[in-house]
């Protein structure tokens, strides 16, 4: 295959469809071509929308089901917000790198990059007796969700529904209980929502009963 379907090929590594065959080269390719890595770290963002939205995705819909007309418009939001938040990143670096060369970082706070500070929240209910979790840090395109909990009343399947403080719902990830099990369970999803717009975190069975509810502080 020539140099220049390999830059083709971009796109279907980030996605994981090449054969094992074409991966190899492909990633042959990658050390000697830098637009092509820069082009991956650009997909990256899209790749991990790709899977959120495959994960928050009940097992009803079809995989194919026609995406809303604003789906392009979201995405690319989120690439522009990534290169912003990637920019910024590397003008602090260089800002604190110019403080530490010139000895004036004695006691100062170093400026860093990152997203807001992650955000934990704890509740047991004891109607139900199931103890949660939730650890939410703040992404340029809403919210990373970890959940653990202690559900030991299975077999079920339950949800994680983070609610807005606007009244807007959004199913951050589901999983199964296996049985009766005590032991925690840690699950991981994303919201659209940033942490600061979330009033409250529900884990939900899959009938919409309410188990353990985790309030905003």
């Known amino acids: 295959?020539?140099?220049?379907?390999?830059?083709?090929?971009?796109?279907?590594?980030?996605?994981?469809?090449?054969?094992?065959?074409?991966?190899?080269?492909f990633e042959d390719h990658?050390?000697?071509?830098?637009?092509?890595?820069?082009?991956?770290?650009?997909?990256?963002s899209a790749t991990r929308q790709l899977t959120?939205?495959?994960?928050?995705?009940?097992?009803?819909?079809?995989?194919?089901?026609?995406?809303?007309?604003?789906?392009?418009?979201h995405l690319l939001a989120v690439l522009?917000?990534?290169r912003r938040a990637g920019r910024r990143r590397l003008l602090y670096g260089v800002a604190a790198a110019a403080l530490v060369g010139a000895?004036?970082?004695?006691?100062?706070?170093?400026l860093t990059g990152g997203g807001d500070p992650a955000v934990r929240?704890?509740?047991?209910?004891?109607?139900?007796?199931?103890?949660?979790?939730?650890?939410?840090?703040?992404?340029?395109?809403g919210s990373t969700?970890?959940?653990?909990?202690?559900?030991g009343a299975g077999p079920r399947v339950c949800r994680l529904v983070a609610v807005g403080r606007d009244g807007t719902e959004q199913t951050v990830t589901s999983w199964r209980v296996a049985g009766h099990d005590?032991?925690?369970?840690?699950?991981?999803?994303?919201a659209a929502l940033r942490p600061d717009q979330i009033a409250r975190y529900e884990v939900r069975t899959a009938a919409g009963e309410r188990l353990v509810t985790l309030r905003a502080r």
């Open 1 to 25: 295959m020539r140099s220049l379907e390999r830059h083709r090929d971009v796109g279907a590594y980030t996605l994981g469809v090449l054969d094992e065959a074409d991966a190899f080269r």
């Open 30 to 44: 990658l050390t000697r071509c830098p637009l092509c890595a820069l082009r991956l770290s650009e997909l990256g």
């Open 52 to 73: 959120l939205y495959r994960r928050a995705t009940p097992g009803p819909v079809h995989p194919f089901a026609v995406p809303g007309p604003r789906l392009l418009d």
């Open 80 to 82: 522009a917000a990534h």
């Open 103 to 110: 000895g004036t970082l004695s006691g100062a706070a170093l």
């Open 121 to 141: 929240l704890d509740a047991t209910d004891e109607r139900s007796g199931v103890r949660a979790r939730v650890t939410a840090a703040g992404e340029p395109w």
């Open 145 to 151: 969700v970890e959940l653990e909990v202690r559900d």
């Open 182 to 190: 005590a032991r925690s369970t840690t699950v991981h999803g994303g």
